[in-house]
């Protein structure tokens, strides 16, 4: 499985961004997906993840304005970010995995810069 995220960018405290990854392979709707996120100089943390039957959770920091969503047919996960505040600013990457406790099976895509200005 290769991912590729796509939709970061620019934008003002309070703004919205819609992220998307598209996954090649055939097993996508098996998979369990997550979003993460890579400040500079911090850890690679967890944001949301969402189960083939789509249940969902989110870090604590951004319930209530993110929301993580799937599209199986077309092998997509996407991210929309609500009420953007400077602390979201990081590169914001997805990964998956068939099992729940191993959502990093495959290769790092580039990732996508979300910058928020305050």
């Known amino acids: 499985v290769q991912l590729q995220a796509s939709g970061g960018g620019l934008v003002q405290a309070g703004g919205s961004l819609r992220l998307s990854c598209v996954a090649s392979?055939?097993?996508?709707?098996?998979?369990?997906m997550g979003w993460y996120r890579q400040a500079p100089g911090k850890q690679r943390d967890l944001v949301a993840h969402?189960?083939?039957?789509?249940?969902?959770d989110y870090l604590d920091s951004v319930k209530g304005r993110f929301t993580i969503s799937r599209d199986n047919r077309n092998s997509m996960v996407y991210l929309q970010m609500n009420s953007l505040k400077p602390e979201d600013t990081a590169v914001y990457y997805c990964?998956?995995?068939?099992?729940?406790?191993?959502?990093?099976?495959?290769?790092w895509g580039q990732g996508t810069q979300v910058t928020v200005s305050s």
């Open positions: 969402i189960s083939p039957g789509r249940t969902t």
């Open positions: 990964n998956g995995g068939l099992n729940v406790n191993d959502m990093t099976q495959y290769p």
């Open positions: 392979g055939n097993i996508f709707k098996f998979n369990h």
